[in-house]
């Protein structure tokens, strides 16, 4: 592999300005095509998610490229859930038992803008806005695109293309459609959409509850969460059927009736609410949804990477850092990997897809647990024991969502197996009644670990674990 081979990536979103950046540190020639205009120059959010959860994994990127302390400086530490009932009662569940753990709230559009200027900093990246990419050719290494300012169409041929253009990919679709090898793809969504509001900054430009949160209401089948920005605001995120329930996306057509629906479910966040109404009606309802697909790659011409080949929901807070992540892992590949780009693809894909399935899963599984089971009873006693070893024994005891969110070092598939068996092996047993939760907290430990063994050689032997 030459390092001065030209580059193209289709994105400049998150995932697609961070791997510019790595491989201008590398020293290839990239150029970088969006399709949107320059979000340092005009505010594009248009009613995607404004903040989102940045964590450990994400970190490790920021760490590799070397811009850590800058990204910090854009973070809001959320400590754990703030969860709030009907009657506007709270309660916090904390994240993890140690104290150094804990999830940011970052800004998107700060977060892309810093990673866009780390990238234009280096002589050898070129972005181009206003370029929507039409079709990839990928046997011939080009792509088609189409000037939004001027309305001409061009084409750009390059060594590599990586398509980091997210859920929507046009080269994904290049793929699918061009029916020149066996392209798998699916796409489910939830029978949810979410519909951004805020919480604006008080009066004197303070925040108007607990900013170290993240706040969930919990409703059974719907679910509000409000997330801290650095102005004193909080982007706060609507997730409701479409046409379920008494209440949903379908029915509330009215001021009166959203009103109405907050008053009863949404006490509290309706007082700090006072442009419900208005942004109800003026911001879009987003689909929520789920791709996989295979292979990645085609050749050693082009790649998906990001949502591109792995979009999921966001309840684990963990599509951006599974993006970053990505960039991580190609980049070791790279390190490690000798030969042609081919090679690399495939090593990258064997490496990185079991794990993006995973999360993919687990995003699923952390919807119903958001919505349904914050608020149970034997669900607070199960996370007040996970706190509990996490606290006495940080280095021998970490739940699934520790080791999901905080532990790096490990892929989100062995995060997932360990972490249900462990989760199953707790509610097994207090369930049963065999933990005493006031007695030994060692014995507890040992207990939860010989019935996670049991249950992990359980699944082992029939399959469940491949």
């Not at 046409?243 to 309706?270: I, S």
Request: proline share 3%.
């Amino acid at each position: 592999m030459n390092s001065k081979e030209n580059i193209l990536i289709i994105g400049a979103g998150l995932c697609g300005s961070l791997l510019a950046l790595r491989l201008a540190q590398r020293g290839y020639n990239v150029s970088v095509y969006e399709k949107r205009p320059d979000l340092r120059k005009i505010n594009i959010s248009a009613g995607r998610s404004i903040n989102l959860a940045f964590s450990d994994r994400g970190n490790k990127a920021m760490k590799l490229v070397g811009i850590q302390d800058k990204v910090k400086a854009l973070c809001i530490p959320m400590y754990g859930r703030m969860i709030h009932d009907r009657k506007g009662q709270t309660f916090q569940s904390n994240y993890s038992g140690r104290d150094h753990e804990f999830i940011n709230s970052i800004s998107r559009d700060a977060l892309n803008a810093l990673l866009l200027n780390e990238a234009e900093a280096h002589k050898n990246v070129t972005l181009y806005f206003n370029s929507k990419c039409k079709l990839v050719d990928f046997e011939n290494t080009t792509a088609l695109f189409i000037d939004y300012n001027t309305k001409a169409e061009f084409s750009k041929t390059a060594n590599l293309i990586i398509a980091t253009d997210g859920a929507g990919s046009v080269m994904r679709k290049s793929y699918y459609l061009g029916k020149k090898f066996l392209f798998s793809f699916s796409q489910n969504y939830l029978t949810h959409g979410y519909k951004e509001l805020s919480i604006l900054p008080a009066q004197n430009g303070d925040y108007k509850t607990n900013k170290n949160a993240l706040h969930i209401w919990p409703r059974g089948s719907f679910m509000l969460i409000a997330l801290p920005n650095l102005d004193g605001s909080f982007t706060v995120t609507l997730f409701l059927s479409y046409n379920q329930g008494e209440y949903h996306f379908n029915n509330l057509t009215t001021p009166e009736a959203v009103r109405v629906f907050f008053k009863k479910e949404f006490p509290d966040a309706l007082k700090l609410m006072p442009n419900l109404e208005e942004e109800f009606f003026k911001n879009p309802t987003s689909p929520l949804g789920t791709i996989k697909c295979s292979p990645w790659h085609y050749k050693g011409n082009t790649l998906l990477m990001g949502d591109a080949a792995h979009a999921i929901v966001p309840f684990y807070g963990q599509g951006m850092n599974a993006s970053f992540e990505d960039v991580v892992e190609f980049d070791t590949i790279l390190n490690t990997h000798k030969g042609h780009w081919q090679s690399v693809f495939k090593a990258y894909e064997a490496t990185r897809k079991k794990d993006t399935d995973a999360i993919a899963d687990l995003a699923i599984d952390n919807f119903y647990e958001m919505r349904d089971h914050v608020a149970n009873p034997v669900f607070k006693e199960k996370r007040k024991l996970e706190m509990a070893l996490e606290k006495a024994f940080p280095n021998a005891y970490s739940s699934k969502y520790s080791l999901v969110t905080f532990n790096e070092t490990i892929g989100y598939k062995e995060a997932m197996i360990k972490g249900r068996a462990q989760d199953k092996a707790i509610l097994n047993l207090l369930t049963n009644n065999k933990l005493d939760l006031e007695g030994d907290l060692k014995i507890v430990l040992q207990k939860v670990k010989q019935e996670t063994e049991a249950i992990l050689n359980e699944d082992t032997v029939a399959g469940l674990n491949n």
